[in-house]
T-cell receptor, first 113, second 112 residues
Framework: DTEVTQTPKHLVMGMTNKKSLKCEQH?????MYWYKQKAKKPPELMFV???????INESVPSRFSPECPNSSLLNLHLHALQPEDSALYLC????????????FGQGTRLTVV | DAKTTQPPSMDCAEGRAANLPCNHS???????VYWYRQIHSQGPQYIIH???NNETNEMASLIITEDRKSSTLILPHATLRDTAVYYC?????????????FGTGTRLTIIP
């Protein structure tokens, strides 16, 4: 199983809503990532978790709150988002061996109205 | 992580080899070269990676110059399904503290 599964695939939320994005992998990977991708732009790193601990936060606004409850699961909690936060949110994971590749999920397409 | 420079777009005829260049002149000795591609609105897909030697797998070949300041991804027999944005990334392998930073990539269009 070399899959990273993201749910939901699409999400529409209002600016006052609270929602969560979910990412799951069963490859035993211990590094997990959240990226944000705007249309026609490359993915931008948001957060990195290593062994369930947050290791990198790329100065992401606090309305985005990551959580890694166990080694297989990564969540991104969303609260009070703005329309400009509408984007494709991608999750990735990587194994611990040297020079292994990262696997990406298919993303959640988020629209903030 | 070292910065990469790629042409913004390229065309290639179907069935021909597609050669995608990448400059990474500031690469350090412990940085690997990775290639990913992203087909419209899907998650990036790993293609190949290397450190010094040329590499080949079932998808592509990676040619790295001797000074490691540039590399070329070769898709040997391009098909329409290879139309995508191709990203060249260089990164230090520092597990759990690496950024895997994407550059602007090359939009490859395969022409029938």
């Amino acid at each position: 199983d070399t899959e990273v599964t993201q749910t939901p695939k699409h999400l529409v939320m209002g600016m006052t809503n609270k929602k969560s994005l979910k990412c799951e992998q069963h490859m035993g990977h211990r590094a997990m990532y959240w990226y944000k991708q705007k249309a026609k732009k490359p993915p931008e790193l948001m957060f990195v978790y290593s062994y369930e601990k947050l290791s990198i936060n790329e100065s992401v606004p606090s309305r985005f709150s990551p959580e890694c409850p166990n080694s297989s699961l990564l969540n991104l909690h969303l609260h009070a988002l703005q329309p400009e936060d509408s984007a494709l949110y991608l999750c990735a994971s990587r194994g611990p061996l040297l020079n292994t590749e990262a696997f990406f999920g298919q993303g959640t397409r988020l629209t903030v109205v | 992580d070292a910065k990469t420079t790629q042409p913004p777009s390229m065309d290639c005829a179907e069935g021909r080899a597609a050669n995608l260049p990448c400059n990474h002149s500031t690469i350090s000795g412990n940085e690997y070269v990775y290639w990913y591609r992203q087909i419209h609105s899907q998650g990036p897909q790993y293609i190949i990676h290397g450190l010094k030697n040329n590499e080949t797998n079932e998808m592509a070949s990676l040619i790295i110059t001797e000074d490691r300041k540039s590399s070329t991804l070769i898709l040997p027999h391009a098909t329409l399904r290879d139309t995508a944005v191709y990203y060249c990334i260089v990164r230090v392998v520092n597990f759990g503290n690496e950024k895997l930073t994407f550059g602007t990539g090359t939009r490859l269009t395969i022409i029938p």
